[in-house]
């Protein structure tokens, strides 16, 4: 029996995700380890979006989900290498840097398809059977 997504449940995950990948670019709150700040903002960016497409998409399987989340991710951060006035205005902007990104680099890459697995791995496990709170027969588990 297929398990559905609880969308407030994975809306508080993403407003979780959302300030940690925040905190990982800011310096302000914590002083991560250079490889962390490095990676963790894009990793979680890509988290964020899986979780994103995953509450847009309820019914949605993981994999599907997760490939969705590389694909946007991957068009991303190609679509950075087009360097056009318009688009470099948006960029310049908080908002535009956080959606559309200043940069392209190709470990960016790598980290997007981390992200999108850790949150296909995660979804995945909370919607297998052992994860429920009431096993096959009734009972609650001990």
Known sequence: MKKIRNRLAYLLILAIIIVAGLLSRSGLAVHLPWFLSTYAGDTLWSLALFLTIC???PGI???VAALLTIG???LVEFSQIYQADWINTIRSTRVGALFLGVG???SDL???TMGSLMGMVGDILHQSPHSSPDNDNGQKPI
């Open 61 to 63: 399987r993981p994999v």
């Open 55 to 57: 509450i847009l998409l």
């Open 110 to 112: 790598t980290c997007y």
């Open 104 to 106: 392209f680099k190709w």
């Open 72 to 74: 946007i991710s991957f």
